[in-house]
């Protein structure tokens, strides 16, 4: 006599049944209950714990892996899961964006630029990091003729996270003709 296991058993029991009773393929692949394994209730199965098999439900997963192994106790997993890794750190603002967003704040609008860019430890901006534009400031005298200005060349100091640490301008004489106003 030839043994078959117990899926073997089922199905040829489903397919004895479906024969005389009209079942279709449907009734016997897609069960509307869930199905029990014999020995375990709805939801458990015989999972191989250690050497020997229990009665017990699948065991645990977690998405970014466990602190502390699962454990079956006998009627549950004792498991810890761990936390997710932190999001990654945002990106350093764009010096440009920040330099334009930062020169209002110090009487002075960009027009222009960068013209200039110098990196930290160079000569140009006092060993910082700078940036230079072209802008408009404040109204200033620029000849002893007392002739003003509001063009200004702009130096934006940048700081190693790439914020700005301060805008300063220096007027520049645009169309001079001492006496004559000026730009």
Avoid: E
């Avoid at 296991?5 to 897609?30: F, H, K, P, R």
């Avoid at 020995?39 to 977690?62: L, N």
């Avoid at 967003?101 to 910082?128: E, K, N």
């Amino acid at each position: 006599m030839k043994k078959i296991g117990i899926a073997g058993t089922v199905l040829a029991v489903a397919c004895a049944v479906g024969v005389g009773s009209g079942a279709d393929a449907a009734d016997v692949y897609q069960p509307t209950a869930l199905p029990t394994v014999p020995g375990c209730t709805a939801g458990y199965s015989w999972q191989k714990a250690g050497v020997r098999y229990q009665c017990m439900t699948p065991p645990p997963t977690c998405q970014y892996g466990f602190i502390s192994a699962p454990v079956w106790n006998g009627s549950s997993w004792n498991y810890a899961c761990a936390l997710p890794p932190p999001p990654p750190p945002p990106p350093p603002p764009d010096p440009d964006a920040a330099c334009i967003t930062a020169a209002p704040t110090y009487g002075f609008q960009v027009t222009r630029g960068p013209t200039r860019v110098y990196a930290a430890g160079t000569t140009g901006c006092l060993g910082m990091a700078c940036r230079l534009y072209d802008g408009q400031g404040p109204r200033a005298v620029v000849t002893s003729c007392g002739d003003t200005t509001t063009v200004y060349i702009l130096y934006c100091y940048v700081n190693p996270d790439n914020s700005v640490n301060r805008v300063t301008g220096a007027p520049q004489p645009v169309n001079i003709t001492c006496g004559g106003g000026g730009g």
